[in-house]
Nanobody, 124 residues
Framework: VQLVESGGGLIQAGGSLRLSCSAS????????MAWYRQAPGKERELVAR???????DYADSVKGRFTISGDNVKNVVYLQMNSLKPDDTAVYYC???????????????????WGQGTQVTVTS
């Protein structure tokens, strides 16, 4: 499974960016997709997640500013980021939890995959 992110960049505080992540490869379904971020010297943290039923959750620091959405047909997840702040500066990583059926009886495994990351830099 490959995750390819796009949409990062350099932007002034108060601006907006939209990140995209496309999942491809061999899997049977996607349980959830999420965006994480990691700033220099800090641990990777969950930003937003959407599960297969459409439910979403967000880090408190981005609630009301970021919106995660998914396209189940295209296996793409988006992160719309508005009112960006310098504290949002980080490498943003896409994460996908997928289900893979492993035998004819329908037994399955769940695997987690990461994208390569995309840099978001917000200047004051």
């Amino acid at each position: 499974v490959q995750l390819v992110e796009s949409g990062g960049g350099l932007i002034q505080a108060g601006g907006s960016l939209r990140l995209s992540c496309s999942a491809s490869g061999t899997f049977d379904s996607i349980n959830a997709m999420a965006w994480y971020r990691q700033a220099p010297g800090k641990e990777r943290e969950l930003v937003a997640r959407v599960i297969s039923g459409g439910a979403t959750d967000y880090a408190d620091s981005v609630k009301g500013r970021f919106t995660i959405s998914g396209d189940n047909v295209k296996n793409v997840v988006y992160l719309q980021m508005n009112s960006l702040k310098p504290d949002d500066t980080a490498v943003y990583y896409c994460n996908a939890e997928v289900k893979i059926i492993v035998n004819v009886e329908g037994a399955s495994v769940v695997r987690n995959y990461w994208g390569q990351g995309t840099q978001v830099t917000v200047t004051s």
